[in-house]
């Protein structure tokens, strides 16, 4: 359903909205679907989730608002749940169907989700365990699902990259339906379960082998967890119910060798100096107020762990060390509002990049990446500086020294994005498409090339000034194709529109930042070497 708001809206009422939506979104294909799936002896996707994390542990849900404005509302969360967690202490990426959408069937926005959580275990070097109930390709929507580079078939390229070259641990459990193609994700990872009674893995469904070959069987014949186990020799394990399914599954995950050491030092997690709940107060309604970035900071990072590098030079961009939840991370943020300058230099607006911050934020990602340190992007910039000055000083090869900087470090890449990220800004802040490794947003986040207002300036200024030269206004025609322009555009700005086209990973208030972007960050340190993408550096580098 689309966004209805355009006025200014405080970070609390937004975390409001977000949090009804969210519950919504949650409940998948809705109650009457849930008690029906019970009723089978079966588990929800997010049941199972939790029955296979560590109790307690967090669940970094990747994905959860995808396509929840498209398909009339019919397609809550794009069928399937993927995310991270915790199972016996050790990060997980989990990828669940979720049998009460449409059977679990895939819209095209799945396979995107898949994909993600896939590329995720690829880059963070984590095991990836797929949750398998569904009933394969929507078929009305077929043509975005099953062609193209990025199709289903890209599903099983990701399966079979981890298991010959990547050696990433791949458990599957089939716990419900796993039809035609959908076959080969089990089947291309190491090992497969199988629930008795309720399960079937086939290329084909008893309706489409009688139609095709003439044969009549029965689906426990064809495919059923007893066959698989016993007669072909596809499954590995054949499991009761889903419970003992998921049991299965966490004694495998505790098999598993363990990961590498950590290329960082990790201390013990101390307490913000701020609550994060003072997040509410410090962001103004208004986004194009100032406030103070480092009160926002204090809200996130471990108290006293903020040492800020070059602090008096550059000062509208934030380079510093420091710590969340124990883990250090070179940070680089922006400033808002009017930045004093020293000496007789005029102030410089917080959230612009200059030439001197550009180049004091390249030098600064360059040594942490040196030094195998995270980086942190919290990310508040309305984009370059522009003007004959701005020119006239080398912005543009400043510029592309921070993107070269930023798209080449090998260390993990984080983004927060606080309320703008706007224009080549965002690009250079460690934007998606520079692959950071997460990339979340607080409610009031603001993903776009510029805002209404300007929008509106830009399309209708010709007209607005030949209306004021000939002393008109403009009349209620033209006042509503105006604010028809604004709306829309400050509709596609809002946080929530970006998360359903996976443009971030999550939308977070501010009270769950901290534990989950430790568990993003503890995913991130399970790969010690470097990368770029989803893909592990190996040999000697420039």
Same mark, same amino acid.
């Given at each position: 359903?689309? !966004?209805?708001?355009?006025?200014?809206?405080?970070?609390?009422?937004?975390?409001?909205?977000?949090?009804?939506?969210?519950?919504?979104?949650?409940?998948?294909?809705?109650?009457?679907?849930?008690?029906?799936?019970?009723?089978? #002896?079966?588990?929800?996707?997010?049941?199972?989730?939790?029955?296979?994390?560590?109790?307690?542990?967090?669940?970094?849900?990747?994905?959860? !608002?995808?396509?929840?404005?498209?398909?009339? @509302?019919?397609?809550?969360?794009?069928?399937?749940?993927?995310?991270? #967690?915790?199972?016996?202490?050790?990060?997980?990426?989990?990828?669940? *169907?979720?049998?009460?959408?449409?059977?679990?069937?895939?819209? =095209?926005?799945?396979?995107?989700?898949?994909?993600?959580?896939?590329?995720?275990?690829?880059?963070?070097?984590?095991?990836?365990?797929?949750?398998?109930?569904?009933? @394969?390709?929507?078929?009305?929507?077929?043509?975005?699902?099953?062609?193209?580079?990025?199709?289903?078939?890209?599903?099983?390229?990701? *399966?079979?990259?981890?298991?010959?070259?990547?050696?990433?641990?791949?458990?599957?459990?089939?716990?419900?339906?796993?039809?035609?193609?959908?076959?080969?994700?089990?089947?291309?990872?190491?090992?497969?379960?199988?629930?008795?009674?309720?399960?079937?893995?086939?290329?084909?469904?008893?309706?489409?082998?009688?139609?095709?070959?003439?044969?009549?069987?029965?689906?426990? %014949?064809?495919?059923?967890?007893?066959?698989?186990?016993?007669? +072909?020799?596809?499954?590995?394990?054949?499991?009761?119910?889903?419970?003992?399914?998921?049991?299965?599954?966490?004694?495998?995950?505790?098999?598993?060798?363990?990961?590498?050491?950590?290329?960082?030092?990790?201390?013990?997690?101390?307490?913000?100096?701020?609550?994060?709940?003072?997040?509410?107060?410090?962001?103004?309604?208004?986004?194009?107020? =100032?406030?103070?970035?480092?009160?926002?900071?204090?809200?996130?990072?471990?108290?006293?762990?903020?040492?800020?590098?070059?602090?008096?030079?550059?000062?509208?961009?934030?380079?510093?060390?420091?710590?969340?939840?124990?883990?250090?991370?070179?940070?680089?943020?922006?400033?808002? @509002?009017?930045?004093?300058?020293?000496?007789?230099?005029?102030?410089?607006?917080?959230?612009?990049?200059?030439?001197?911050?550009?180049?004091?934020?390249?030098?600064?990602?360059?040594?942490? *990446?040196?030094?195998?340190?995270?980086?942190?992007?919290?990310?508040?910039?309305? #984009?370059?500086?522009?003007?004959?000055?701005?020119?006239?000083?080398?912005?543009?090869?400043?510029?592309?020294?921070?993107?070269? %900087?930023?798209?080449?470090?090998?260390?993990?890449?984080?983004?927060?994005?606080?309320?703008?990220?706007?224009?080549?800004?965002?690009?250079?802040? %460690? #934007?998606?498409?520079?692959?950071?490794?997460?990339?979340? +947003?607080?409610?009031?986040?603001?993903?776009?090339?510029?805002?209404?207002?300007?929008?509106?300036?830009?399309?209708?200024?010709?007209?607005?000034?030949?209306?004021?030269?000939?002393?008109?206004?403009?009349?209620?025609?033209?006042?509503?194709?105006?604010?028809?322009?604004?709306?829309?555009?400050?509709?596609?700005?809002?946080?929530?529109?970006?998360?359903?086209?996976?443009?971030?990973?999550?939308?977070?208030?501010?009270?769950?930042?901290?534990?989950?972007?430790?568990?993003?960050?503890?995913?991130?340190?399970?790969? =010690?070497?470097?990368?770029?993408?989803?893909?592990?550096?190996?040999?000697?580098? =420039?």
């Amino acid at each position: 359903m689309p !966004l209805k708001t355009t006025m200014p809206q405080s970070l609390e009422h937004l975390t409001a909205e977000l949090r009804e939506l969210e519950a919504r979104l949650r409940l998948g294909g809705g109650e009457a679907k849930i008690e029906r799936l019970h009723a089978q #002896g079966k588990l929800t996707a997010r049941e199972r989730i939790a029955g296979l994390l560590d109790p307690g542990s967090p669940f970094l849900e990747i994905g959860l !608002l995808v396509a929840y404005d498209r398909y009339d @509302g019919q397609a809550p969360a794009a069928g399937v749940v993927t995310g991270i #967690g915790r199972c016996h202490g050790r990060e997980i990426v989990v990828v669940a *169907n979720d049998p009460t959408v449409k059977a679990g069937a895939w819209f =095209p926005e799945t396979i995107t989700k898949m994909l993600r959580a896939q590329e995720v275990a690829m880059r963070c070097r984590v095991p990836i365990v797929y949750l398998v109930d569904s009933a @394969g390709v929507n078929l009305p929507y077929q043509g975005g699902v099953f062609p193209g580079q990025y199709g289903a078939a890209r599903l099983f390229y990701y *399966n079979s990259l981890m298991r010959r070259h990547l050696r990433i641990p791949q458990l599957a459990a089939v716990m419900g339906q796993c039809i035609a193609g959908g076959a080969y994700l089990p089947a291309l990872s190491d090992v497969i379960v199988m629930v008795e009674g309720t399960s079937f893995m086939g290329l084909g469904g008893v309706n489409l082998v009688r139609g095709a070959t003439g044969q009549t069987s029965d689906p426990e %014949a064809l495919g059923g967890a007893r066959m698989h186990t016993t007669v +072909s020799g596809v499954a590995h394990y054949r499991e009761p119910d889903d419970a003992a399914c998921l049991a299965r599954l966490r004694r495998l995950v505790a098999e598993l060798p363990p990961p590498p050491p950590r290329a960082v030092s990790v201390t013990p997690a101390r307490p913000p100096r701020r609550d994060p709940r003072e997040a509410y107060r410090i962001l103004p309604a208004d986004h194009r107020l =100032p406030y103070d970035v480092e009160a926002l900071l204090d809200t996130l990072l471990d108290a006293d762990s903020f040492d800020e590098f070059q602090a008096d030079y550059a000062r509208e961009m934030i380079c510093a060390h420091a710590r969340v939840e124990g883990i250090p991370v070179g940070l680089i943020a922006n400033r808002r @509002g009017l930045i004093k300058s020293t000496g007789d230099r005029p102030p410089r607006f917080g959230g612009i990049v200059y030439r001197e911050s550009a180049e004091k934020v390249a030098y600064f990602i360059e040594t942490c *990446n040196r030094h195998r340190l995270p980086l942190l992007f919290v990310q508040d910039v309305s #984009g370059f500086m522009v003007g004959v000055e701005a020119e006239q000083s080398g912005i543009i090869r400043a510029g592309a020294h921070f993107v070269e %900087a930023m798209a080449t470090a090998t260390v993990p890449k984080l983004v927060l994005t606080v309320n703008h990220a706007s224009g080549a800004g965002y690009y250079a802040m %460690a #934007g998606q498409g520079f692959d950071p490794n997460f990339i979340f +947003s607080l409610p009031t986040g603001r993903m776009g090339v510029m805002e209404g207002e300007s929008a509106v300036m830009a399309l209708f200024s010709a007209q607005l000034e030949r209306l004021k030269a000939e002393g008109k206004s403009p009349d209620a025609d033209l006042q509503a194709e105006m604010d028809a322009v604004r709306a829309t555009y400050e509709a596609q700005l809002d946080a929530r529109f970006a998360a359903a086209r996976g443009f971030c990973d999550a939308v977070l208030p501010p009270e769950d930042l901290r534990p989950l972007l430790r568990l993003a960050l503890e995913t991130c340190l399970n790969q =010690p070497g470097p990368h770029l993408g989803p893909f592990v550096l190996t040999g000697n580098l =420039p």
